[in-house]
């Protein structure tokens, strides 16, 4: 009796498992992998609060603001944002576009390395991005913007039917963004294909800036097919509203489908940016004259040698520009755009600070330097960096908001210094609380868990968000007095906050435990 | 008259939380002289070394490095020992010369280049010199820890695993550097799975288990069939 193949014979070829087979693998999967994260959740009593927060929050913000006064009046403020809910429609496709490019095909339910054993395929990464979007403070906000603004404007009437269309926008315009992130990502992995990365971005931002300085944004706007959405969300139950959810539905269900097929295909490509960036050639410099100095350099190259950084922070500090541009943006209201930026700089590596050194944490922890120096150099770094991106941003903002008065000035300086600062503080003060071992060297990475990433970025827009409020309404005052005694004990606390934290991490016990977790 | 060790660890003690990762290790080792940690997972190897570098304090005990008490004198202690930690050890996005530049900087080091040339060259290591280590191999990794461990020529040599992973013309440099440190008088403790190597490059062996010192014996008593034998009945 034969026992083994002949040489004659042919083995037949393993043959895959079917299409359909493949994508309930991956749903599967994605389940598994989910179930894996949770787990991994270090406070989840608290991660439980969070979710039911979420939901609260989501709840009343669909259905409150419909019921105070001047909701769904006409000619009143009501109505104006009527007017403008199909821009705000738009307006969030953009930023689920845009944050899933930069973010190089949005987030990972288990990072590249942790997931290289596991035959994990593309099509459960491209699920896990997209569950995963909306654990993000910018993603939340916009959402229960237009959550809040469709109750408010549109008052209490047909209002159920109204937001479930809001609703599967917001899923629709997040699979949509998704797929576009995997084309792209799949396209910059051409050879050539981060020039035409660069060139389509480019041409993008040229036609917009071509559209608003001819003056026919607004022509645009009228025009945009959320038109057609938002009339059928306001209809009722009638027939549009059927269409509506008939087409938002299908929509969404092909984009999640046919997302899988870019995110193959970027999968089976090398990632050029990031590939690049691992076999650079940096020519010597020479020797700094100071401790602190070669100390800056190195954490500096850290940052700018990093694709998601690099990426991050051209996002960060051009896109709310270019919004402060084309929404005519006037000096007092700037003070809201550099605590934005800081507080998402710091989420790009500041709230895990320390992860900077990778397993090489050990290796300098173990080098004959002061741990203050260090903790000196990491905090000036984060400072440039979220400094340099406020900056951009505030300067790119300033082209169309004309010559600011010295209050609008005061203002806009003041709130520069204490928003950085209180981030700056805050992420030191997190990074030594809670370090994480992440490597930041693919797009995609973030310095901590999604759950971790959604708390930090809530803290830290409140709290700018409040400072810079405050700001906003002292640039209306006609004294620029007013703002510097508000930023002084402002600057003074986060100072004392931050000089707590390079205190703690003078002390061996501690910063042996953040060593040991980053470099793990 | 006998050298007093350059090495003086009393009773060491290291806590994490409800773990003890170390419990109650005592170990000298002598200046000119290489001395092996062995053990298997868990046994304490690569938390001892982590103390020694200075990178984690001990909970309780003493520690001495060339008669500067670790916990007070932790700085100075650093200037004298290079460690080469057991995982990665290398900050991924610099190059192998700008680790060298901040070894040397924090070292106050003048004149060093050339040695650190010659050192990256003996480890071929010298055509990715200025290439972010982000890229490296692991044996690469490896390779230029010992590099960074070694280049300033420390008084206390620290190598955690340093043939992991590495061809065997880094296990050859490796064995030159630990040689040459004997040579200058260097005293040189060196953790590994891999008996075989540590018989080749020490003189003496700690064998670790369980987070306690288990036996000290001469490598050479290690080595062979019966060496194994030994080596293995210490373990159980």
């Given at each position: ?7 004659t ?11 359909v087979?493949?994508?309930r ?9 989910f ?10 009593h ?5 979710a039911?927060t ?16 001047g ?21 969030f ?30 099509t ?22 237009l ?18 269309v ?39 931002g ?5 559209v ?20 059928g ?7 549009r ?26 999968a ?12 650079d ?31 991050g ?85 300033a ?22 600062l ?23 990475a ?23 409020l ?36 003078a ?14 | ?51 020694l ?16 008490d ?13 460690y ?23 070292r ?17 290591l ?23 461990a ?13 043939f ?5 013309i ?10 040459d ?31 306690s ?18 080596y ?5």
């Amino acid at each position: 009796m034969p026992t083994e193949l002949s040489s004659t014979d042919v083995l037949a070829p393993a043959s895959g498992p079917t299409v359909v087979a493949a994508a309930r693998r991956a749903v599967e999967d994605v389940a598994i992998l989910f179930r894996f994260r949770k787990q991994a959740v270090r406070r989840r009593h608290l991660a439980r609060a969070l979710a039911l927060t979420f939901v609260v929050i989501t709840g009343l913000v669909a259905v409150v603001p419909a019921f105070v006064p001047g909701a769904g009046g006409e000619h009143t403020k009501a109505f104006d944002i009527f007017l403008l809910m199909p821009s705000a429609l738009a307006g969030f496709l953009v930023l689920s576009i845009s944050s899933a490019i930069a973010s190089g095909g949005g987030r990972e339910l288990i990072s590249r390395d942790q997931a290289s054993p596991y035959p994990i395929s593309p099509t459960t990464d491209h699920l896990g991005a997209l569950i995963l979007a909306p654990l993000n403070i910018a993603w939340m906000v916009q959402a229960w913007v237009l959550l809040g603004s469709m109750a408010f404007s549109f008052g209490p009437r047909n209002l159920f039917q109204a937001q479930v269309v809001i609703l599967l926008w917001l899923v629709f315009s997040t699979a949509v963004g998704q797929v576009l992130a995997w084309t792209m990502e799949a396209v910059r992995r051409l050879r050539g294909g981060i020039i035409a990365g660069r060139v389509l971005l480019l041409s993008l931002g040229l036609a917009a800036g071509a559209v608003q300085l001819t003056g026919h944004t607004l022509d645009l706007l009228d025009r945009i097919p959320t038109l057609w959405i938002f009339a059928g969300a306001v209809s009722g139950w009638g027939a549009r509203w059927w269409l509506d959810l008939a087409y938002l539905v299908a929509g969404s269900l092909v984009a999640v489908v046919v997302g899988a097929i870019p995110a193959h295909l970027a999968a089976h490509r090398l990632p050029r940016d990031e590939a690049r960036m691992e076999t650079d050639q940096h020519a010597p410099r020479s020797m700094p004259r100071s401790v602190l100095g070669i100390l800056v350099r190195l954490d500096r190259a850290s940052v700018w040698r990093s694709v998601p950084m690099r990426r991050g922070v051209l996002v960060l500090a051009v896109g709310p520009g270019l919004v402060a541009i084309f929404g005519n943006l006037p000096w007092a209201s700037m003070t809201i755009l550099p605590g934005l930026v800081a507080s998402g700089g710091a989420l790009l590596f500041g709230v895990n600070a320390w992860c900077l050194d990778g397993r090489g944490a050990l290796w300098r922890e173990n080098l004959p330097a002061t741990p203050t120096a260090s903790f000196d150099a990491r905090t000036w770094v984060l400072l440039e960096f979220l400094g340099c991106a406020a900056l951009i941003t505030v300067a790119i903002g300033a082209l169309r908001a004309g010559v600011p008065n010295p209050e609008e000035l005061s203002a806009l300086v003041c709130t520069l210094l204490v928003v950085i600062l209180q981030v700056v503080g805050a992420a030191m003060r997190w990074s030594i609380k809670n370090p994480y071992p992440v490597d930041l060297r693919s797009a995609r990475a973030t310095p901590a868990p999604p759950a971790a990433m959604v708390g930090y970025s809530a803290r830290l827009a409140t709290s700018t968000t409040i400072t810079s409020l405050c700001f906003s309404g002292f640039a209306h005052v006609p004294d620029w007095r007013l703002s510097v005694m508000f930023a002084i004990p402002c600057l003074i606390w986060s100072g004392i906050r931050l000089s707590r934290a390079r205190n703690r991490w003078a002390d061996p016990v501690v910063r042996a435990r953040v060593v040991a977790t980053t470099a793990s | 008259m006998t050298q007093p060790p350059v090495v003086d660890v009393r009773s060491l003690h290291v806590r994490f939380g409800e773990v003890e990762a170390v419990a109650g290790i005592d170990l000298e080792a002598y200046a000119g002289q290489a001395t092996a940690l062995l053990g298997r997972n868990g046994a304490g190897k690569s938390t001892t070394m982590r103390v020694l570098a200075g990178v984690v304090p001990p909970t309780a005990g003493t520690v001495t490095i060339a008669g500067l008490d670790i916990r007070k004198d932790t700085l100075a202690v650093k200037q004298i020992t290079g460690y080469c930690p057991d995982v990665g050890g290398l900050v991924p996005r610099a190059t192998p010369w700008e680790h060298l530049q901040l070894s040397a900087r924090l070292r106050r080091l003048t004149g060093w280049e050339d040695r650190a040339r010659d050192m990256l060259e003996r480890f071929e290591l010298g055509d990715v010199m200025n290439r972010v280590t982000g890229g490296f191999s692991h044996g690469m990794g490896r390779r230029l820890s010992v590099v960074l461990a070694s280049m300033h020529e420390p008084q206390v040599l620290l190598l955690d695993e340093p043939f992991d992973g590495v061809d065997p013309i880094g296990v050859e440099a490796t064995f030159e550097v630990i040689a040459d440190a004997r040579a200058r008088g260097a005293t040189i403790l060196l953790s590994t799975h891999l008996r075989d190597l540590a018989v080749q490059s020490c003189g003496t062996a700690l064998v670790l288990r369980g987070g306690s010192r288990v036996a000290a014996v001469d490598a050479a008593e290690m080595a062979g069939e019966e060496g194994a034998r030994a080596y293995r009945a210490l373990l159980d």
